[in-house]
Nanobody, 119 residues
């Protein structure tokens, strides 16, 4: 079984920074893409940023230049550094990873971590 455990959310003032972490554990043969999604109250879940196994990255237009995604393959961990936070960044942030057990790939989700940005 595979688990994704997120940490690093919290309450911060506008203009501040937070760093989210997501560690994968369990029966892991390899990890393909890793990413962060967010869901604000009353809205659909949206992609914030993703990173491929080779390090290629993709960002939502709303966070480009402010957020940075990175990964540590030795630790099976993905990070999201969030700078210049805005109230509209308030949401529950979810980690997502495409993980292989050596036979097939499957999508896994973390439990979510709340990020609240006050104005």
């Amino acid at each position: 079984q595979v688990q994704l455990v997120e940490s690093g959310g919290g309450l911060v003032q506008a203009g501040g920074s937070l760093r989210l972490s997501c560690a994968a554990s369990g029966t892991i043969f390899s990890i393909n893409a890793m990413g962060w999604y967010r869901q604000a109250a009353g809205k659909q879940r949206e992609l914030v940023a993703s990173i491929g196994s080779g390090g290629s990255t993709k960002y939502a237009d709303s966070v480009k230049g402010r957020f940075t995604i990175s990964r540590d393959n030795a630790k099976n961990t993905v990070y999201l550094q969030m700078n210049s936070l805005k109230p509209e960044d308030t949401a529950v942030y979810y980690c997502n990873s495409e993980i292989s057990n050596g036979i097939w790939y499957r999508d896994y989700w973390g439990q979510g971590t709340q990020v609240t940005v006050s104005s």
